[in-house]
């Protein structure tokens, strides 16, 4: 089947609200108990996608879907927030309650910001460089090119800017917290040298992401 450009671009925007759709009709446990924590500065991470249903697949040497290398890269980042006093970290995944479930958990914690991670995909292979997604431009937009211009300079690809939800996707997940949140894409799964950029630097991109993200709650 050979689908144009629109169409595919419709056809994963679908993809992405059914996937979303299925994981919030799916029974969620009981809640745990979160606790509240002393910092002020509250940074969620949203791991992208779920363990049943993991998104896109990236190319060695990433060779995982996003929420598995995601979830790694979430680790790398609360790693990198006990170098920072006065900074709290918490990563929320969407296996339970789907992205209502995430981004309600963060909200009841009390997050002053959040980053939702994922990886591009393209059917192009060249398709290549990083971007950010953001829903709102006052609420997101210093937040969005703050996070953007780290992760630029710590990868060192193609800069693509910072961007509105196109087709339905990501709308959801941005319009979820009242605070200032992202999707951050990285690189392309799709595209090998993305892949051993991202994957060769993921511990700095960890690091400058939770960087960015000190420096603007420290401002806002
Ligand atoms: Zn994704």
Redesign the pocket.
């Known amino acids: 089947m050979i689908l144009d450009p629109e169409a595919r671009r419709r056809l994963t925007a679908l993809a992405?609200e059914l996937d979303d759709i299925l994981a919030e009709a799916e029974p969620a446990p009981p809640e745990p108990a979160i606790a509240s924590g002393t910092a002020d500065r509250r940074l969620a991470v949203v791991v992208?996608?779920s363990e049943a249903r993991p998104?896109?697949a990236g190319l060695a040497p990433i060779a995982a879907r996003?929420y598995h290398w995601n979830r790694g890269l979430a680790a790398f980042m609360e790693s990198a927030a006990r170098d920072h006093k006065g900074l709290a970290l918490r990563v929320f995944t969407r296996d339970r309650g789907g992205l209502r479930g995430a981004y309600g958990r963060a909200r009841d914690w009390g997050a002053r910001a959040a980053i939702e991670l994922?990886?591009n995909a393209a059917a192009s292979a060249q398709a290549s460089g990083t971007e950010t997604i953001y829903g709102d431009k006052a609420r997101d937009g210093a937040f969005a090119a703050a996070v953007q211009a780290a992760m630029v300079s710590v990868l060192g690809m193609r800069d693509r800017g910072c961007k509105l939800p196109w087709a339905g996707r990501g709308a959801t997940n941005l319009s979820l917290l009242a605070v200032p949140s992202v999707i951050v894409?990285p690189g392309f799964g799709s595209n090998r040298g993305d892949c051993r950029v991202m994957h060769e630097r993921r511990g700095p991109l960890a690091a400058a992401l939770v960087a960015a993200a000190v420096d603007f709650l420290r401002a806002a």
Do not use: K, P
């Open positions: 992405y992208g996608h998104g896109a996003e994922h990886f894409e």
